[in-house]
């Protein structure tokens, strides 16, 4: 049993992996069509044979990359970076969705667990603290950097 790469047209690997699902094969255990891998689909299944018999019939599968990869390889695609990650205090951002959006601000604090930062809004006449989501502010400039 191994993790194997299947070939697929950009943007469809959602669509290939949900296919290869349904076909309900014996072989076939799990399919992965991570975010941050484009043109690729990751399948568990017991050997690249099974991929002979089906592919020729999903639309957008266009082969197997040849080896097969191993658990260790594939796990940092299974645990998700959290949305504060690369956000720090004294980042300025721009809030792209909520009642702020399009609104710049300065990031006071950061919840990791809570995946939520806390901003004080730019233009405020009074300083408000906001708290949002990490996924709806965009980092414009980092200290860090």
Do not use: C
Not at 37 to 50: F, G, I, P
Not at 55 to 73: M, R
């Amino acid at each position: 049993m191994g993790i194997f790469a299947v070939k697929t047209t950009a943007s469809q690997e959602r669509t290939v992996a949900d296919m290869i699902m349904n076909r309900e094969e014996d072989s076939v255990h799990a399919a992965l069509a991570p975010d941050s891998l484009t043109s690729y689909v990751m399948v568990e299944a017991e050997d690249a044979s099974v991929f002979e018999r089906i592919l020729d019939e999903i639309p957008h599968a266009n082969g197997v990359v040849q080896g097969k990869s191993s658990i260790k390889e594939v796990e940092h695609f299974l645990s998700p970076t959290p949305d504060v990650e690369g956000i720090a205090e004294g980042d300025i951002v721009e809030l792209i969705a909520g009642p702020f959006k399009g609104e710049k601000a300065q990031v006071q604090r950061i919840d990791e667990g809570k995946d939520q930062v806390t901003v004080e809004l730019y233009e405020a006449t009074v300083p408000i603290p906001v708290t949002v989501r990490g996924d709806q502010i965009r980092v414009l400039d980092s200290e860090e950097r």
